[in-house]
């Protein structure tokens, strides 16, 4: 079947801009994480959903960055007043209730 | 709060040599995965190997192994025959198994070369 997927691929915006990044996880998969890579980095937690709540969003930054799963599969990431600082790559990331995640290839943000 | 370190930013190996990649983690807690992951320049995170730190025996998956000291919080990873396509960023994981929270925890990475 389907890997998670995500779009866009790249994504290039301006300081100030708000940007989406959508995430597909594989079907039938419960949880869905979202994750930050920093260049030279490994990725670091950004929020969790088990379902359609958010089970652990302790790795948001501030408020600017904001995530949503209505419907407990397809999940966007929300990021308002963008910063330079934001730009990085975008991982995503989907397990069947606690199992081993499966990641996607990533969006990658620049703001310019 | 949990850390994993990876203290060797980039190593080299000959093809058909073996590497070990070094991780050392911190934790208070007894019941946790460790998950080595390789990320090519394609992004996509692929899951090399898994330990479950209950369990003494060391995983192996082909050509990949680890040395889980599960006393010195070190769980390296050894790469034997090495082949061109294992270059790529190598990142050392950690995620509890207890407290309730399913993050993973990655390292800094390390970027291995293989020389033809």
């Known amino acids: 079947g389907a890997g998670v997927s995500q779009t866009p691929s790249n994504k290039v915006t301006e300081k100030g801009k708000y940007v989406e990044l959508r995430c597909d996880p594989i079907?039938?998969?419960?949880?869905l994480y979202w994750y930050r890579q920093s260049l030279g980095q490994g990725p670091e937690f950004l929020i969790y959903?088990?379902?359609?709540?958010?089970?652990?969003d302790s790795g948001l930054p501030n408020d600017r960055f904001f995530a949503v799963r209505p419907e407990g599969s397809v999940s966007t990431l929300k990021i308002q007043r963008t910063e330079r600082g934001d730009s990085a790559v975008y991982l995503c990331?989907?397990?069947?209730?606690?199992?081993?995640?499966?990641f996607g290839p990533g969006t990658r943000l620049t703001v310019l | 709060a949990q850390t994993v370190t990876q203290s060797q930013p980039e190593m080299s190996v000959q093809e058909a040599e073996t590497v070990t990649l070094s991780c050392t983690y911190d934790?208070?807690?007894?019941?946790?995965?460790l998950f080595w992951y390789k990320q090519p320049p394609s992004r996509q995170m692929i899951l090399v190997i898994r330990?479950?730190?209950?369990?003494?025996q060391n995983a192996t998956e082909n050509r990949f192994s680890v040395n889980f000291q599960k006393a010195a919080k070190s769980f390296s990873l050894k790469i034997s025959d090495s082949q061109l396509g294992d270059a790529a960023m190598y990142f050392c994981?950690?995620?509890?198994?207890?407290?309730?929270?399913?993050?993973?925890?990655f390292g800094t990475g390390t970027r291995l070369k293989v020389l033809a």
């Open positions: 990331a989907s397990s069947y209730h606690l199992g081993e995640q499966f």
């Open positions: 079907s039938g998969h419960t949880a």
């Open positions: 959903f088990q379902g359609t709540g958010a089970a652990d």
């Open positions: 934790t208070s807690e007894s019941d946790y995965y």
């Open positions: 330990q479950e730190a209950y369990k003494q």
């Open positions: 994981a950690y995620r509890s198994r207890s407290s309730g929270t399913y993050k993973y925890i």
